[in-house]
């Protein structure tokens, strides 16, 4: 008879309060925690647990379910795009877009953007991605009654 092997269920990864999970990858997970002296963000690795503080000040971070997490400066449109599956830390890349239009959603490295013309009515939406280093935006055909980004998974927080 060979040695008894003692199988053990795996360990549940479980955030401190009072944190939440804003988004979630293949290696790891984003989570955010609001403290009355300010949010704290991680990033927190599957395979090990390893976590990483995102400490910039006045800095909101998101992600759209990949390790890809976005950050943005509380006043300022550009977006910096951080892989987290860098071990390395290295040099997080940013692209912008026109300040009229608001962030309605992402999608892996994908920020989906609309702009409602005041005169008009026209919604505009566009995907802005940035493949390499150039950032490229491009023109989403939708339907009034069908918003663009209701494709992309829930409904955006409504804005003020």
């Known amino acids: 008879m060979g040695p008894t092997v003692v199988r053990r269920p795996p360990q549940l990864l479980r955030p401190p309060h009072p944190t939440e999970i804003v988004s979630a990858g293949a290696t790891g997970y984003l989570t955010r925690a609001v403290y009355p002296s300010g949010t704290e963000y991680r990033w927190t690795t599957y ?3 390893t976590t990483r503080y995102l400490t910039t000040p006045r800095t909101t971070f998101m992600g759209g379910q990949s390790d890809i997490v976005f ?90």
């Open 47 to 49: 395979a090990d647990g």
């Open 71 to 160: 950050s943005r400066k509380d006043g300022e449109s550009i977006y910096w795009i951080n892989d987290m599956t860098r071990t390395d830390n290295g040099s997080p890349y940013a692209m912008s877009h026109d300040n009229r239009y608001m962030l309605r959603g992402i999608v892996g490295d994908t920020l989906v953007m609309s702009y409602t013309d005041e005169d008009t009515g026209v919604l505009d939406v566009n995907l802005v991605r940035s493949p390499g280093d150039a950032t490229t935006g491009g023109d989403v055909t939708s339907s009034p009654a069908t918003p663009a980004w209701a494709a992309c998974g829930p409904a955006p927080p409504a804005q003020r």
